[in-house]
């Protein structure tokens, strides 16, 4: 297996066949222990993949957004909005919050994009610190530094999903459904075209593609699924402020999502699923936590540039052997 | 309202030199070594601590504590450098997400050492300057007067000797300047060392002020960050003019408006700067 088949093509090979009954292993690991706790950490992997995976749908065209945790909260208040004030369900407000999302990062994408590299990062880090300062300044909306508490909980056809048993499944569908998405964007025209802009900016756009609404498109489908993402935590864990959506949230998504492998398909579950229970294994060590994020983060740009997810393929490179 | 302006604008001023000192050291590592450096503010937090030190554990004058934190703080960067930053020296983007995995590991090594409480600082001077109704706080006419002294010493530096020449010419083009004999395996450390060891003086001269706790580098980072996009990343004239228009317009903003407003107003600015001229005010265009 080398890099270019990962990218390409689809059809199920035995080792991406036991690549993904691994994954649906982790996934039954709550049932197996029943202990609400480790629900929680799966659910709480579940939205981290789904957020990464939208900054993956803009790192597919060369960009890397800061603003991505704005996104998220852009949905967030707009469900929780929707549902508070003008009694929507959640089972719409979600989807709502994605679209809000969508149709911010859609307005103003074109002039944003036409920086890149460190010049993107640099004004969607600022655009992060607007929404947060904005959103301070109208508590009326945002419930100021205190936030808003006691989120409804997600309900599906009128029942309420108030244990962790209960949600998890939910969001595993949530999961799925995002990661079929990106699947699709992947290994469709679509998905050819993000990668020839990434690849080569300036030969796709000679090549007759127009990098300028692809970039766009991009980063307005990355951006909605932050905003659904955003939206389910909200509802999750019945909290938000603007707080929460800051610089912090923001990077703990880059990292995520470089520790999983920047342009590898998988890279944001793996990065979620690999970096979002590792604090709870390091308990007796909580304030390392964010040491260890670090170095991890370094190592990994350092030694495995593809990321976790390709460490496999990074390997058999390594023995010098052909699978 | 003139007395009101007058107040404003020694505000300004003062908040304007600080910002400077910040952002000298930031843009300096991008113009030298292409790296947007997160971990900036917790240089600033470092040297906060080093000063904190310096005074109140080991009993020494606050002029050797903020010479030993200089010195202390080349050391680091240099470290650093070689450490974090040199397999990165091709790749902007990666350099700059190192950079974010630098800053979790310093900011959260302080909350270890120190804990999370901020420490008071104790003052070295106290009493206040007037002219008329003009106020100003000696204790911040100190930081001022220091900060002052400090980045004239940089600028003689940079200016008038063989490194620091060296240095503008890493800026102006990597590649004739190797060409030229300036040697990269010691401008960049020293480069980085130097901006480093900006960023601590001023959490060292900061802290008799705002005290010291590990979570005081995000601020910094920021103003250093507006003031650098606005002057355009790398060069270092447009920092001086922007960290001073900055200044002016947050002391402006928050006596006439609001502070919030000041902060708001400051980043719709950035992105407006960013939009128009991604260059800034005096930077150069990129290719």
């Not at chain 2, 200089?70 to 050391?75: E, V």
């Amino acid at each position: 297996m080398n890099t270019a088949d990962t990218i390409s093509t689809h059809r199920a090979r035995p080792a991406n066949l036991l690549w993904l009954l691994a994954l649906v292993g982790a996934a039954m690991i709550p049932w197996f222990t029943g202990s609400t706790f480790h629900f929680h950490i799966a659910i709480m992997v579940c939205i981290a993949a789904m957020a990464t995976g939208g900054l993956a749908v803009i790192a597919w065209v060369g960009q890397l957004s800061l603003a991505h945790a704005a996104f998220a909260g852009v949905g967030a208040y707009t469900s929780v909005l929707l549902v508070t004030r003008l009694d929507v369900p959640v089972l719409l407000g979600l989807p709502a919050g994605g679209l809000a999302a969508g149709t911010v990062a859609f307005l103003i994408g074109s002039p944003l994009l036409r920086l890149r590299g460190v010049y993107f990062v640099l004004i969607t880090f600022a655009m992060n610190e607007l929404f947060r300062l904005v959103m301070l300044d109208i508590p009326a909306y945002s419930g100021g530094s205190s936030g808003i508490v006691g989120i409804p909980k997600i309900s599906v056809f009128g029942q309420t999903l108030s244990r962790h048993q209960d949600v998890y499944p939910f969001m595993l569908i949530c999961l799925v459904l995002v990661m079929g998405l990106l699947v699709l964007i992947r290994n469709g025209q679509l998905g050819r075209r993000f990668a020839a802009v990434e690849e080569n900016l300036t030969l796709a756009e000679s090549s007759g593609i127009p990098t300028a609404r692809t970039q766009n498109l991009a980063f307005t489908i990355g951006s909605a699924i932050a905003g659904f993402a955003g939206a389910l935590l909200a509802h999750y864990i019945g909290f938000i402020s603007p707080e929460t959506f800051g610089f912090q949230l923001s990077v703990s998504y880059v990292i995520m999502l470089v520790t999983g492998g920047r342009l590898a398909l998988w890279g944001p579950l793996v990065g979620a699923l690999f970096l979002t229970p590792l604090p709870e294994f390091l308990r007796g060590a909580v304030e390392y936590q964010h040491i260890i994020y670090g170095v991890v983060l370094i190592a990994v740009l350092r030694f495995l540039p593809q990321g976790l997810a390709g460490l496999p393929a990074q390997i058999a490179r390594a023995k010098g052997g052909r699978p | 309202m003139s007395f009101l302006i007058a107040q404003s604008l020694i505000n300004g001023v003062i908040l304007g030199t600080l910002y400077l000192l910040m952002a000298i050291g930031f843009t300096l590592a991008f113009g030298v070594m292409r790296i947007v450096n997160f971990a900036h503010g917790e240089f600033y937090m470092i040297g906060a601590f080093c000063a904190l030190i310096g005074v109140t554990w080991l009993g020494l004058p606050f002029p050797i504590t903020l010479a030993l934190t200089i010195a202390f703080a080349i050391l680091l960067g240099a470290v650093v450098e070689r450490l974090v930053f040199r397999p990165f020296r091709a790749d902007e983007l990666s350099g700059m997400i190192a950079s974010l995995g630098l800053a979790m590991i310093l900011q959260h090594g302080a909350l270890i050492l120190f804990g999370p409480d901020p420490q008071a600082f104790p003052s070295l001077v106290s009493g206040v300057f007037r002219w008329g109704a003009l106020i100003v706080p000696k204790s911040r006419a100190l930081a001022l007067g220091i900060g002052i002294v400090i980045l004239l010493v940089f600028y003689v530096f940079l200016m008038h000797t063989r490194h620091g020449r060296a240095l503008r010419a890493l800026v102006q083009d990597q590649e004739v300047a190797a060409v030229f004999g300036v040697r990269l395996e010691i401008m960049y450390p020293l480069g980085l060392g130097l901006g480093v060891a900006l960023a601590a003086v001023a959490g060292g001269l900061m802290a008799p002020l705002f005290g010291v706790s590990p979570f005081i580098g995000g601020t910094p980072l920021l103003k250093a960050f507006i003031v650098v996009i606005l002057g355009g990343l790398g060069s270092i004239p447009g920092a001086a003019l922007a960290a001073i228009l900055l200044g002016l317009i947050e002391s402006f903003t928050s006596s006439f408006i609001s502070a919030s407003a000041a902060d708001i107003v400051t980043f719709a600015l950035v992105i407006g700067v960013l939009l128009v001229r991604p260059a800034g005010l005096l930077g150069r265009a990129e290719t």
